[in-house]
């Protein structure tokens, strides 16, 4: 993809209490901007505000627990190791598009801490490749913890991982001869932690146009979870149903029925409002609560953008977890010559909850 240096509009606040993420037992915290130190061949702008990163989820309460403002430093944690044990199955490839010869993706998967994320270089920029390895290796150090106890504390990990991913993306800028466009990569790294009440979570954080996808068997339930961000200045709830619109395109008859807003937006679908590395970032943070036998989907758009919703849902929801990376990537290859198909560097990672 490239990537348009436009900030990206700020995410509406979904309580809650709100009866549509109550159904999808999904939660999104107030996003937060991140912005790089000025880089010696660009022109920051100054106006915006800046979140400090350590402060912007402290102090807001997200979810309501018996112990939830009780201080996890005060606990004694030695015997809650086994209690609050979480199982997951970790699943993941990455591949190059059958039309390049190197690949600018990167994923990492994490059983010890039951966390993984996926990463895609900016393909317009320098160093695309190295980017999207830097911000991945320094997300997955950045979750590495004993325990997250709390819905509160899970969200600052998120939130502080990425930025660690951002900021060490950063500091390739210096290394970027004159006139180059400066290193960027998009971000999607999900966690799955147990709260007090012995409840179930993914935390996920995203950056970009790579996704989060939730299939839950039990609750007959299948989602993507996070939004592309693209240029667009819409509003939350209308970029969610553009993207859906867009996900069920599969053929030119399907295109044709689009509306001309739509149709710009699909042809445009490679061009992305914010990334790791960029002047502005806002980054998608995202609680949904799992059962056990509930996935966790997380794809570069190379696999999404060649394959419809129903293709997803048909592949992920599939009798064997460990299968559902190759088959995802292997079809979205197939239709790289498609309608909706294009070449680009696809990667897939499943944590599937025990």
């Known amino acids: 993809m490239t990537r348009q240096n436009e900030g990206f509009n ?25 912005r790089q130190r000025p880089h010696p061949n660009k022109h920051v702008p100054t106006q915006g505000h800046i979140t400090p990163p350590t402060s912007h989820v402290q102090n807001q309460e997200i979810v309501s627990s018996p112990r939830f403002d009780q201080p996890v430093e005060s606990l004694d944690l030695s015997n809650l190791r086994e209690h609050y044990a979480i199982h997951t199955k970790l699943f993941g490839t990455t591949e190059q598009s059958l039309r390049k010869h190197s690949s600018d993706d990167y994923i990492f998967m994490d059983a ?12 317009s920029a320098v160093k695309a490749d190295e980017a999207a390895y830097a911000a991945g290796a320094a997300a997955k150090k950045a979750l590495a913890r004993d325990h997250v106890l709390t819905e509160k504390r899970a969200a600052n990990l998120m939130r502080d991982a990425l930025f660690a991913a951002h900021e060490v993306v950063c500091d390739m800028d210096a290394t970027v001869p004159a ?4 290193p960027a990569t998009t971000g999607t790294i999900a966690q799955v932690f147990r709260n007090f009440d012995g409840d179930q979570y993914v935390a996920v954080a995203s950056v970009g146009d790579s996704r989060a996808y939730i299939h839950s068997p039990s609750h ?31 053929r030119r008859d399907d295109y044709d029925t689009l509306s001309p807003e739509d149709k710009r937006a699909w042809q445009t679908r490679n061009i992305i409002g914010s990334a ?56 979205a290859q197939d239709m790289e010559d498609s309608f909706r198909g294009k070449p680009d560097d696809m990667s897939c990672v499943v944590i599937e909850v025990q």
């Open 112 to 123: 010890e801490n039951n966390a993984a994320g996926v990463f895609d270089g900016v393909g």
């Open 276 to 331: 790791l590395g960029s002047e502005r970032v806002i980054p998608q943070i995202i609680l949904h609560k799992v059962s056990p036998g509930d996935r966790i989907v997380l794809t570069t758009d190379g696999v999404h953008d060649n394959l419809s919703a129903q293709q997803m849902r048909q592949y992920i929801g599939g009798s064997d977890a460990a299968a559902i990376p190759k088959s995802l990537i292997m079809s």
């Open 179 to 182: 006139g180059r466009e400066a």
């Open 220 to 250: 007959d339930y299948f989602s993507c979870i996070t939004t592309d961000q693209t240029p667009s200045r819409l509003p939350q709830d209308a970029l969610r149903a553009r993207q859906s619109r867009l996900d069920h395109v599969e």
């Open 10 to 34: 700020n995410f509406d606040d979904i309580s809650p209490n709100n009866p549509e993420w109550n159904h999808a037992r999904s939660i999104r915290i107030p996003d937060f901007i991140l």
